[in-house]
Nanobody, 118 residues
């Protein structure tokens, strides 16, 4: 059974930083893209960033230049470093990964609350 377990998050003042981690565990084959989405109260879930197995990255315009995404393939872990945080970054952040287990399947983490205070 494959699981994505998130850590990090919490409450920080505007302008601060937080780091999220997401580790895949279980009977894992190859992991392709890993990424992060977020959902603010009353809003739809939105893409934040993703990273390919080779390290190519994509970012939402709203976070580009402030957030970085990285991964450790040996640890099956993806990280989201969030700097210069703004109140509008407040949301539940969820990681996702495309994992090959007989076929490509998408898995999601449990979600982590990130709250930015003014």
């Amino acid at each position: 059974q494959v699981q994505l377990v998130q850590s990090g998050g919490g409450l920080v003042q505007a302008g601060g930083s937080l780091r999220l981690s997401c580790a895949a565990s279980g009977s894992i084959g190859t992991i392709n893209n890993m990424g992060w989405y977020r959902q603010a109260p009353g809003k739809q879930r939105e893409f934040v960033a993703d990273i390919s197995r080779g390290g190519a990255t994509n970012f939402a315009d709203s976070v580009r230049g402030r957030f970085t995404i990285s991964r450790d393939n040996a640890k099956n872990t993806v990280y989201l470093q969030m700097n210069s945080l703004k109140p509008e970054d407040t949301a539940v952040y969820s990681c996702t990964a495309n994992i090959f287990i007989g076929a490509w399947r998408e898995f999601w983490g449990q979600g982590t609350q990130v709250t930015i205070s003014t």
